[in-house]
């Protein structure tokens, strides 16, 4: 792994570990502003919003500034919100800091898989790609039951102190190790030009497949918890370790879809969610079974994860030209598909129908994003183009 790369790695996994480390923590925040947990979980809400908003906004509107400038900024602002959330006096401070964090996050995000393919040959860029998404994916494994455990020992604003201090060597590291015209190309190139680009049928389709496999995701992985309870009838202090299972086969998953992008992208992509839509299946069937849902969970993680970087590696390439907005989309997509897939598993919950129930959501939203995946395919090869070339 090359410094640059680890440098934006470690960027990835300082903000995975922002996003992700709340739910940690979120019963000591509630207790210690004096809100409920209900109110606290709005914390959530909020972040994915100033992901799913912002992010793109201010892609687009420091599209002409030097990528590696841009990047300390929003590293420095990063850094700087994790200490407004440690000194927050209130809910509406504490949510205000975190919508900050929130819209630097998403900005982050849009920038460093292009800044990251610019960084390593073509058939190395799916690679690179799963650089970025294993930081997010090693946040769960580390950052987040380290950054609860800080939380337990010395109260919540703890937690957000020590973010703090991971965004600032991350930024260090950045302003160390990337070369100053890393990402020099996306630069270029007119607003116009970053607009029309999404209406290419790659890229729509490449967006409408993250939305569907986040809401197969979440509808399950928002409650993975009380199902291994109640369905599995694991024990309480056993659900981390079945939980940590899972984020080691995530990173494995990352991985093994990177070098799958470098290989054959397309057909690669479509056989990660038609084993996707298997995992889901195979969770149903097996989730009263303890020994092998653990095993399972495993799987399930690791092709979950394994589609990212196929699918980021072919907007990337289909917006060559004008890479800004349709990478900050990605981000977009994904918080629009988590929102989706938790609201969709609570209807059912609600509605008297289980937690066993809930993987069969994740099974018919992989059907479909089969389906878009083939016909995208399908029209690639039946109406050759070339992918557009980096703006000079």
């Known amino acids: 792994m090359s410094l640059p790369l680890f440098a934006l790695f470690l960027a990835a996994f300082a903000f995975g570990t922002a996003e992700f480390v709340i739910a940690g923590v979120l019963p000591e925040v509630a207790s210690g502003l004096g809100i409920s947990v209900p109110v606290a979980g709005y914390l959530v809400t909020g972040y994915a919003i100033g992901i799913a908003i ?18 300390l900024v929003l590293g420095t602002l990063f850094t700087l919100g994790q200490v407004l959330c440690a000194l927050a006096p209130s809910f509406e401070y504490l949510m205000a800091a975190r919508v900050l964090v929130a819209v630097v996050h998403g900005t982050y995000f849009g920038i460093a898989a292009v800044v990251a393919v610019s960084l390593v040959p073509k058939d190395k860029r799916g690679f690179a790609v799963a650089m970025i998404l294993s930081g997010l994916t090693v946040s769960n494994i580390l950052g987040v039951p380290g950054g609860t455990a800080i939380g337990n020992a010395w109260g919540w604003r703890a937690t957000f102190w020590a973010v703090g201090a991971l965004g600032l060597v991350s930024t260090l590291s950045i302003a160390l190790f990337l070369p100053n015209t890393a990402g020099a190309s996306s630069t270029t190139g007119s607003f116009r030009r970053e607009f029309k680009a999404l209406a290419r049928q790659q890229i729509v389709t490449s967006l ?3 939305v569907l496999v986040m809401i197969g995701q979440y509808s399950l992985f928002t409650y993975i918890a009380p199902l291994l309870r109640e369905v599995t009838g694991l024990d309480v202090n056993t659900v981390p370790w079945v939980l940590l299972l899972y984020g080691v086969g995530s990173t494995i998953g990352v991985f093994i879809g990177g070098r799958l992008a470098d290989w054959r992208l397309m057909p690669s992509l479509i056989a990660i969610l038609s084993t996707q839509a298997l995992a889901f299946t195979l969770v149903y069937f097996v989730s009263p079974y303890p020994v092998v849902m653990a095993i399972t969970v495993v799987f399930w993680g690791g092709v979950n994860f394994a589609f990212g970087s196929p699918v980021q590696s072919r907007v990337l390439a289909w917006a060559a030209d004008a890479p800004n907005l349709a990478s900050s989309l990605i981000p977009t997509g994904f918080n629009i598909g988590i929102a989706i897939g938790a609201v969709l598993g609570a209807s059912l919950l609600e509605q008297g129908l289980g937690y066993r129930v809930l993987p069969l959501i994740g099974s018919v939203a992989l059907v479909l994003a089969v389906a878009v995946a083939i016909a995208s395919h ?4 039946r109406f050759p183009h070339p992918a557009p070339q980096p703006a000079a």
């Open 54 to 71: 912002g992010g793109p906004l201010l892609v687009v509107a420091t599209k002409k500034f030097a990528r590696k400038s841009v990047i």
């Open 208 to 210: 409408l497949i993250v």
């Open 378 to 381: 399908w029209m690639e090869i």
